[in-house]
């Protein structure tokens, strides 16, 4: 089992920055990514940024150039910087984790989500 813990979400005004953690506890060995995703009100939740074990980032078109995802010293913590915020980057953002573990003979994926931290852009 993998716990997920986010922090530092919170109100700011639009064009300014915010950072959101991420710590992972428990079985971790496995971890192959850790991203963040985010839900707004009557939408369905999408990527954010995921960043692999060796370093390969990945963002959504919306926030390239905004946000960066980053690890930190300690492997099992993930962070995301957002800049320039906009009023439309509001939403419940969640932290990820996905894993591979063997079953048997066959890897098989595992993944978690922490509980949420909302980020509320006021324009």
């Known amino acids: 089992q993998v716990q997920l813990v986010e922090s530092g979400g919170g109100l700011v005004q639009a064009g300014g920055s915010l950072r959101v953690s991420c710590v992972a506890s428990?079985?971790?060995?496995?971890?192959?990514?850790m991203g963040w995703y985010r839900q707004a009100p009557g939408k369905q939740r999408e990527m954010v940024a995921v960043?692999?074990?060796?370093?390969?980032?990945t963002y959504a078109d919306s926030v390239k150039g905004r946000f960066t995802i980053s690890r930190g010293s300690a492997e099992n913590t993930v962070y995301l910087q957002m800049d320039s915020l906009k009023f439309e980057d509001t939403a419940v953002y969640y932290c990820?984790?996905?894993?591979?573990?063997?079953?048997?003979?066959?890897?098989?994926?595992?993944?978690?989500w922490g509980q949420g931290t909302q980020v509320t852009v006021s324009s």
């Open positions: 990820n984790s996905q894993h591979e573990v063997w079953v048997g003979n066959s890897l098989a994926s595992q993944i978690y």
């Open positions: 428990g079985s971790i060995f496995s971890m192959k990514t």
């Open positions: 960043i692999t074990s060796d370093g390969t980032t």
